[in-house]
């Protein structure tokens, strides 16, 4: 009968026990290239785990070295860590790579806030208690009402767009 171990074991000791510099080193680097790749794969998934492991191996650090290391430690890391965050900010997207992840694309002023629908007249597509869609020719937009509540088909104008809010009335 095999035994099921929850922790890898080496030597009888859990590996962070017996291998305490390696498993330093590993929690490092693994940050490092987590935290590099966060460009790439966004959404603060693997920034994160790459913060968690920096702050894992600092902890280590102060429990296996003392706190004269831990706080040198904690100091290069943090340099490390401005650092890179300026060069992220200020210099990558001059690079190479930042111009091949950045999108040049920019969403006109006017198509984002549909100002060009002000004072034209549509039909409600559904029912509009306050919100719901709207066709102006062949666009398709929400849009609300002021509050009254108007029914599918009625004739409607728009009045003002504010933002992405598109408020009509009963034409």
């Given amino acids: 009968m095999t035994r099921?171990?929850?922790?890898p074991l080496l030597d009888g000791k859990p590996v962070l026990a017996s291998r305490p510099m390696e498993s330093i080193v590993f929690l490092l680097v693994a940050g490092a290239v987590l935290l590099a790749v966060e460009p790439i794969l966004p959404h603060l998934v693997s920034g994160s785990v790459g913060l968690?492991?920096?702050?894992?191996?600092?902890?280590?650090?102060?429990?296996?070295?003392?706190?004269?290391?831990?706080?040198?430690?904690l100091a290069v890391l943090l340099s490390v860590a401005l650092v890179?965050?300026?060069?992220?900010?200020?210099?990558?997207p001059e690079t190479r790579f930042g111009r091949s992840v950045r999108s040049d694309r920019v969403i006109p002023p006017e198509t984002a806030a549909k100002t060009h629908l002000v004072g034209v007249d549509g039909v409600a597509l559904t029912p509009l208690r306050p919100g719901g869609l709207a066709q102006f020719g062949v666009e398709r937009v929400?849009?609300?009402?002021?509050?009254?509540?108007?029914?599918?088909?009625?004739?409607?104008?728009?009045?003002?767009?504010d933002g992405p809010r598109v408020l009509v009335r009963s034409a």
């Fill in 4 to 7: 099921v171990r929850s922790l």
């Fill in 52 to 73: 968690v492991f920096w702050a894992i191996a600092v902890v280590l650090i102060y429990g296996r070295y003392g706190s004269s290391v831990g706080h040198l430690s």
């Fill in 84 to 92: 890179g965050s300026w060069w992220y900010l200020r210099r990558l």
């Fill in 142 to 161: 929400d849009v609300v009402t002021s509050g009254e509540p108007l029914d599918k088909g009625e004739r409607i104008r728009v009045l003002s767009v």
